[in-house]
């Protein structure tokens, strides 16, 4: 049986008094996205804000509390983007047994995405706030030389260094296989445990329960299964709203394992990289997303939770590798008692998160916009996918 809803699923009600309009737009691949855009009054300084693996624009809108597009508008940032990627509980693209990967976010979503508000604002400074997946693909396209022209980025929890828990290195090498072809399952689904008890999802969603009994949530047992480790490893209870918490199944999506494919690579090599290298798709891209770490000025504010049981101590091994490859460029934020989701999730961000936020993007009003010339530039145009 579904749990009762509090909340309603896709609402605009956590941000009053905006005009909201929504973009759609295409993919080089032929998908279909959209963006949604918040806007009080015109501003030279716009924000993108980018979702992970299983949530959407609905993680930063959120009515239980104040949330982070809200907070921005009222902190003088008064045009606010929000993309929703094929990562997005509000696409229909996790829900079958594909083979995307974090490459194909990164050459056909975000070039997409800031194309499409290029249209809108044209050559204002475009700031960009990234999270979890969203931010590791993000920064590849930028670092990629995929994305230019961005003034400042703030990514959380995992950049292009993912690292993660030991538990969650035998997941990840298990799962994906496990998954689609022991279980015969097209994703994992936070409301497995809805499903009818005989079926497969019904069954994996009782499972997991029997070996959480942090909660009585059953969506929150399932992302502690699907992502990390630890009892919760999402976030610290504490930090969540009740309402919020409740909420879990219709906050974060089902997805299919693939992504997972691609982390474990990157894990394995220490740093981003390519998941098929000889996808001629992706030539434009190297292989190392490394690679031209020296040259992309865009400075990036690397920001983790200190308690982080998704990526541990990801982005600070991020910072000290890029800091030696272009020292002073970028800046590291390690936030006291937060984990990976409730950095921004959580009930108190706009006491102890977003002023950090809001003081980075400040710091970077009326820069100049980076500028880089990839340096193959004849061939860095992103072909149509077949």
Not at 63 to 81: A, I, M
Not at 197 to 212: K, N, P, Y
Request: charged share 25%; with cysteine; net charge negative.
């Amino acid at each position: 049986m579904e749990h009762e809803r509090v909340v309603a699923r896709f609402t605009l009600e956590g941000v009053p008094d905006t005009d909201v309009d929504t973009h759609h737009f295409t993919t080089e691949d032929k998908l279909g996205l959209s963006m949604l855009r918040f806007q009080r009054a015109p501003c030279d300084d716009v924000v993108l804000i980018i979702h992970g693996l299983t949530t959407s624009s609905d993680m930063f809108i959120m009515p239980e509390h104040e949330n982070l597009v809200r907070y921005l508008l009222d902190h003088g940032f008064t045009d606010v983007w929000t993309l929703d990627f094929r990562m997005s509980n509000r696409h229909p693209y996790n829900l079958m047994r594909h083979r995307y990967t974090m490459d194909d976010v990164a050459a056909f979503d975000m070039p997409a995405a800031v194309a499409r508000i290029r249209q809108e604002v044209g050559d204002k400074r475009l700031h960009v706030i990234c999270h979890c997946l969203g931010s590791v693909s993000f920064m590849m396209s930028l670092f990629g030389g995929a994305v230019e022209d961005i003034t400042s980025v703030i990514a959380n929890s995992v950049a292009l260094t993912p690292r993660i828990p030991s538990w969650s290195r035998l997941k990840l090498s298990v799962a994906p296989f496990f998954v689609e072809r022991v279980l015969d399952l097209p994703y994992l689904d936070p409301n497995a445990s809805h499903e009818p008890i005989l079926s497969r999802s019904g069954l994996v969603g009782r499972a997991v329960d029997l070996l959480h009994h942090e909660c009585d949530v059953p969506a929150c047992h399932m992302l502690s299964m699907m992502w990390g480790t630890g009892w919760p490893a999402l976030y610290h209870h504490e930090n969540l709203h009740d309402v919020t918490h409740a909420r879990g199944g219709d906050l974060y999506g089902p997805t299919s394992v693939h992504y997972y494919r691609h982390v474990r690579k990157m894990v394995g090599a220490g740093g981003a990289v390519k998941y098929d290298p000889s996808d001629p798709r992706l030539d434009y891209l190297p292989d190392d997303y490394f690679e031209f770490a020296e040259e992309i000025e865009t400075p990036v504010l690397l920001v983790t939770g200190e308690n982080n049981h998704v990526f541990t101590d990801s982005n600070i091994v991020c910072y000290q590798r890029l800091e030696s490859l272009a020292p002073g460029r970028h800046s590291l934020e390690v936030i006291p008692g937060y984990g990976h989701q409730d950095v921004f999730m959580g009930k108190d961000c706009a006491r102890d998160v977003f002023p950090r936020f809001v003081r980075y993007l400040n710091a970077h009003r009326g820069e100049r916009r980076p500028r880089w010339v990839h340096p193959h530039a004849e061939e860095a145009t992103a072909p149509a996918a077949p």
